[in-house]
């Protein structure tokens, strides 16, 4: 049996052993023993040795409601958690950050960031209401390789979006370049059709119906 360490007297986290408790067997038999402590609230609870010592149990469970209580006013602090400007935000950060996001291979994963300033939400907040925020637009990039900012960030619509975006598809025809989606505007074409169709090999020509085509 390996000799049992003292730990009365000794402080871990917000606990301060006081005395060693009933010990604990396993059905195996093993004995852990238990340690009776003050926190620094004023609770007496009982711990495991093991687990003081290696970080495991640092208050009597006061810590962590206070953790808790600290994040969720942190969320409430501003009352726009349930808010589509907060969604936008909230995104936005993990699109840059989060490596789990469906789309930060084309944010974080290329070196795109949100500014210091932009990462406290209250900061976003006011940026976004001093330059024509609505609920029917869209944070956008002016530069589509740079990162999130007051300097190269506007408000603008889906439409305008997506007249941005880096993976736009530009068509040349008859010597003339534009992306795909002012053609399809240009021919009054749907632009999801076009796009499907030219990602099963279609022509431009054939896509956007200039030129009859016999493929399905």
Known sequence: ???????????????????????????????????????????????YGGSLRNGGTKSCGCLQREIVSQRHKRHKRHGDSKTRLYNTWNHMLYRCYNPKHKNYHRYGGRGITVCEEWKKYENFRDWAMANGYQEDLSIDRVDVNGSYCPENCRWVTQKEQTRNRSSNCIITLNGESKILIEWCELYGMNYGTVSSRLSRGWTPEEALELVSSQKK
């Open 1 to 47: 049996m390996s000799r049992l360490i003292d730990l009365t007297g000794q402080r871990f986290g917000r606990l301060t052993v006081i005395e060693r408790a009933e010990d604990h067997i396993q059905p195996t038999g093993k004995h852990e023993t238990k340690w009776r402590c003050v926190c620094d609230c004023g609770n007496i609870t009982v711990a």
